[in-house]
């Protein structure tokens, strides 16, 4: 059985993990142009000020994607590149670029697929509050708006925000993303809600002003199952499928929270503001999402945290590892002897994907769903000069049979973007994480180099994974 031939396969980055041009063509400073170069902060001190070149190299590179053969090419837009100070003036460079990156793309009948926030938030926002700030999201509303007419002629797939949960908790709770707060609890829910607000906001806009095309967002999709047999892990479960999956979808697709995570709330007094208006604004934009974006790692196997124990705050224990106790401290997560995982402790699980996929029909109903992430995080070997990354072909492939398994079990899996299309500087692990299809050759030029994992998915495509 092949994939529908409208399943798009495609492959991902992000701006400021791309680009590079930090500075220039009238580019405003990003919170992770200052946070990148706090001491310690990131491994080995890298940073997005050259990344890979993407930013003079977008022709090479989705030259590149078009000989995979790729259906869709999902980028974020840097919003500094837009508006330099967030809101004010637009920068008519900015427009200048993508506007160029969208036309290579359709010139090359690759569909681009934009992402509005991948993270990097002008730091004129983030010094004035970021997302705790109502200018930052006013600011928000405007710069989609701006995106929207400037480039909703020829892009029709649109994600608002990408992985809420990483950008919010980490730059709150775990001070690992800016703002760099640590426990910042108070702030950490009414942010969530902030930027939910903000989504709905944006989505009502996109619809009322008639643009064409689909709208949603991307979130992570961790599903925590019991590591274990106990009553206090099946609870713990629970609990964790609550604050870190449902707490991110239901206010999206349902226009409501859940009642157990409101509750808890407020007992912990950490209870954020949610207006009349508030509610009848997420009521109102979740039936128009046209889809959701999930990216998918891991699923996570827990525990309840009985020892008390603390979570480890550094940017190690901050890369997602299986092993660490829960941001609220009330679980943990555990690696199973039995089961794989990556170097950086990622369980390999493709049958977790589907298991949990299944989990979110029976919350959401058949939603129209993108895997707009999904890929190896590793150090690829290099034998005769040629980059054998066989271990990535066989993580792709196994996640593909699931997926293509879900779509034959009637789920409304509508495409596959592989993490990521090319190396690429991961925010807290540098250029040691590589997850491309294509190599970047740091050590000659950032010259690019096909990986064997780049002729394995384009035979993929080209059969559209006929032999998955
Ligand atoms: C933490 C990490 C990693 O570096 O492995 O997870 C996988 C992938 O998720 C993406 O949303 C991030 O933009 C990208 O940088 C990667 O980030």
């Given at each position: ?165 990483v950008?919010?908790r980490h730059?709150?709770?775990f001070g690992a993303h ?133 979570r480890e705050l550094s940017r190690e224990a901050s890369t997602g590892?299986?092993?660490a ?102 925010w807290l ?40």
């Amino acid at each position: 059985m092949k994939f529908p031939e409208s399943f798009l396969f495609g492959a991902a980055s992000a701006s400021y993990q791309v680009e590079g041009a930090w500075d220039e063509d009238g580019k405003g400073v990003s919170n992770w142009d200052v946070f990148s170069k706090i001491e310690g902060k990131t491994y080995q001190g890298t940073n997005g000020d050259v990344a890979v070149d993407h930013y003079h190299r977008y022709k090479e590179d989705i030259a590149l994607m078009a000989e995979m053969g790729l259906d869709s090419y999902r980028f974020s837009i840097s919003w500094p590149r837009i508006y330099p100070n967030g809101d004010g003036e637009v920068n008519p460079k900015g427009i200048e670029f993508y506007n160029n990156l969208i036309d290579e793309c359709i010139k090359h009948d690759i569909i681009p697929f934009v992402t509005l926030y991948h993270w990097d938030l002008p730091q004129e926002l983030e010094k004035n509050g970021g997302w705790t700030s109502q200018r930052t999201l006013k600011a928000f509303e405007q710069y989609a708006d701006t995106c929207f007419a400037a480039f909703g002629d020829r892009v029709k797939h649109w994600i608002t925000f990408n992985e809420t949960v990483v950008f919010v908790r980490h730059g709150y709770i775990f001070g690992a993303h800016p703002p760099g707060l640590i426990n910042d609890f108070k702030n950490y829910y009414q942010v969530l809600h902030n930027v939910f607000l903000t989504h709905a906001k944006v989505v009502l806009n996109f619809k009322n002003s008639g643009y064409k095309g689909d709208i949603g967002i991307t979130h992570v999709f961790s599903p925590a199952f019991p590591a274990d047999d106990k009553q206090s892990s099946k609870k713990a479960a629970d609990h964790a499928n609550m604050f870190d999956t449902f707490l991110y979808y239901d206010p999206i697709l349902k226009g409501t929270y859940p009642e157990y995570v409101l509750t808890h709330l407020k007992q912990k007094g950490y209870d954020f503001e949610l207006s009349h208006e508030d509610q009848e604004i997420l009521l109102k934009a979740a039936p128009l999402n046209d889809f959701i974006g999930i990216n998918y790692y891991q699923p996570m196997r827990v525990i309840a945290n009985d020892s008390s124990a603390a979570r480890e705050l550094s940017r190690e224990a901050s890369t997602g590892g299986a092993g660490a106790v829960s941001y609220d401290g009330v679980y943990q997560t555990v690696k199973v002897p039995t089961l794989s995982y990556t170097k950086w402790g990622w369980e390999i699980s493709p049958e977790a994907l589907l298991d949990g996929l299944h989990l979110l029909k029976e919350q959401y109903g058949n939603i129209p769903i993108y895997i707009t992430e999904n890929g190896l995080g590793d150090e690829d070997p290099i034998i005769d000069g040629e980059i054998k990354d066989t271990a990535r072909i066989e993580y792709i492939e196994e996640h593909l049979k699931f997926v293509k398994k879900g779509v034959s079990e009637g789920l409304d899996i509508q495409g596959y973007f592989a993490w990521s299309v090319i190396d690429l500087l991961s925010w807290l692990n540098g250029y040691k994480k590589q997850y491309g299809f294509i190599y970047v050759d740091h050590a000659d030029h950032l010259n690019r180099k096909k990986k064997d994992s780049f002729y394995w998915y384009q035979n993929v495509i080209a059969t559209r994974g006929e032999n998955i």
